[in-house]
């Protein structure tokens, strides 16, 4: 099972660490961009989603959840943006 991660920093760093193929995205264009390299079945078999990046793209992000061909999508929960409590 092939599996990528998208995210916008700290999550990235830590994937990666796990040897988990990662791409870094902070703007839209970055995750319009990483959907268009991991598109199909032969790219990818799931697709986690940090919720950081999930907020940058969520029509583009949701449109493909069930689309035929493409990985499943993942959008994992992310820490709220204001610290610990």
């Known amino acids: 099972m092939r599996l990528v991660v998208l ?3 700290d999550e990235a760093r830590g994937f990666r660490l796990a040897g988990v193929d990662t791409i870094v995205c902070r703007t ?3 995750v319009d961009r990483a959907l268009v ?3 199909g ?6 697709m986690l989603v940090a919720e950081r990046v999930y907020r940058l793209a969520p029509t583009a992000i949701d ?3 069930n ?5 499943l999508l993942v959008v994992l929960p992310g820490a709220s943006e204001g610290g610990d409590s």
């Open 37 to 39: 390299e991991r598109r």
């Open 67 to 71: 689309r035929p061909g493409w990985p």
């Open 7 to 9: 995210s916008d920093g």
């Open 41 to 46: 079945p032969d790219r990818s078999d799931v």
């Open 28 to 30: 839209r264009a970055d």
């Open 63 to 65: 449109a493909l959840q």
